[in-house]
Structures are given as structure tokens and as C-alpha cells.
């Protein structure tokens, strides 16, 4: 590789392998730019902690600090493709790797922002977009939740974006979402109805979290998340907050135990 897009690209298709980032980070000291190499060097390291290496851990609170240094000098240009939508704390081993967006802005501009960093991890703010027409708001859930963009994603937070069961429907149709791991739903009004088309999508058996806080699920909607044959693997599962009957909550006791939270 001889050039960013090669390394980036390599970056991005294997988000959990450092190799690519430290050849970058050599790459990028030996043509112009240090400053960012020894971030990324710097970052992978203070990811890689060992609390039984005494001397490595005795050199953390410097390690901070100059990664701190770099950050306060150069944050504005290595955010600048990602602003408003990341802060510094979105950043994991020298890279971007989570935003807050608006759907329609991440349709817009996702493809960009994911092969320019390994974001993984993404909480949508809204699905309401200004229609010039109507001159109102107007839903754009199909788009988004059918958009592969979302394949590249191992966190979706949708909290609050009043999904309901419609737009859980158009979720199961999505063809690939193998890599995701957390699905944050809470605070919606997908209803039992929703709950069970979630329960069916044999596209969750990766799903690791699972947050369905004050949906209106009620003792159906709860049942076939209990009895769902593609969500063993939870490790977490928020489902309070819903009109869940003791008999029902008992049974998602037997299938989940101690992931059940709440």
C-alpha cells in the first residue's frame, strides 16, 4: 500500500485488526503528517492495556497526556469531515468510530464517513425530514432501514425516534445484519406487534444487546421474544417499562436469566 485510500480501506474492512493501523501510522510519519501517526501509535497502545505489565502501566498518565497534546493541536482537522456529528470521546485506537446523526444526513453522507474511519457504532437521532412540499416534517424510515450502510454497524441506537412496528417490519427486511451487535430501541412505540416481527428476524442471532424500554409490549410481544429461536446469544435485555404480566417476565427469566436487566 502506497497511498491513504489504500490503508483506509484496509482499515475499514477489518475494523478489529491494528496491523493496518500502525503500518498507517508509520506511513503517515515518513510522508509529512507525525503528528497524526503518533496519535494513532499512541491510541492502539493505551487500547492494548495489560494491568499485570507494571512498567507499561506506570507510562499510561504520560501516554494520556501527550495523545491529549495532539488532540487539543490537531482535533479540528481530524474531525473536520465528521463535524458536527463526532466528538473526542468518538474516537477508538486514532480513529472515528462513532457518530449521533440524523437518518437522513447518514444516507446522505455515510458512505463517505465510512471510508474515510471504522465506525462501527452510530445513534440516530431522528427519521423526520423537511419535506418543501408539504412544508412539514415527513418520515423517511424505508430508505434507512433497508440502506446497506447499516451492514457496516455493530451498534444501532434508534431510541426515541418513535419507531413503530411498521418501520420494525421494514427493518426485517433488511438482507445482512450479521455484524450487528447492540440495537437500541427504547423509548419507541413498536408495540407487541413490533416485538414479535423482532423475535422472527433470523438476522439478530449475532445481537448481543437488546434494549426495548417503553415500547407498550405487552405479554404477546414479550412471549415471542422469549421464545425467539435467533436471540440466545443476548447478554443483555432491557424490556422493562412495558405492560409485561409477572407470568410473562417469569418466562423471560427461564430463557435469559441473569441478561435480563431491569
Known sequence: MSDPDSF??????????DTARLVFADWLADHGDPDRGEFIRLSVELARRDPDDDAREARRSALFARRADLFKRHNQRWLEPFLPFAREAKFDRGFVSELEVAADVFLAHGADWLALAPIRRVRFTTFRVWDAATRGYAWNAEEFLTSPLLSRLELIDLERTRLTAADVAVLARHPDLSGLR??????????????????GMA?????ESLTLVGNGIADAGARAIAQSPHLGGLKELWIDRNPIRKRTWTLLELRFDTALRG
Do not use: H, K, S, V
Open 8 to 17: 483506509l480501506r484496509a482499515i475499514t474492512a477489518d475494523p478489529d485488526d
Open 182 to 199: 447492540e440495537l437500541g430501541l427504547g423509548w419507541n412505540e413498536i408495540g407487541t406487534d413490533g416485538a414479535i416481527a423482532l423475535a
Open 203 to 207: 438476522q439478530l442471532a449475532g445481537l
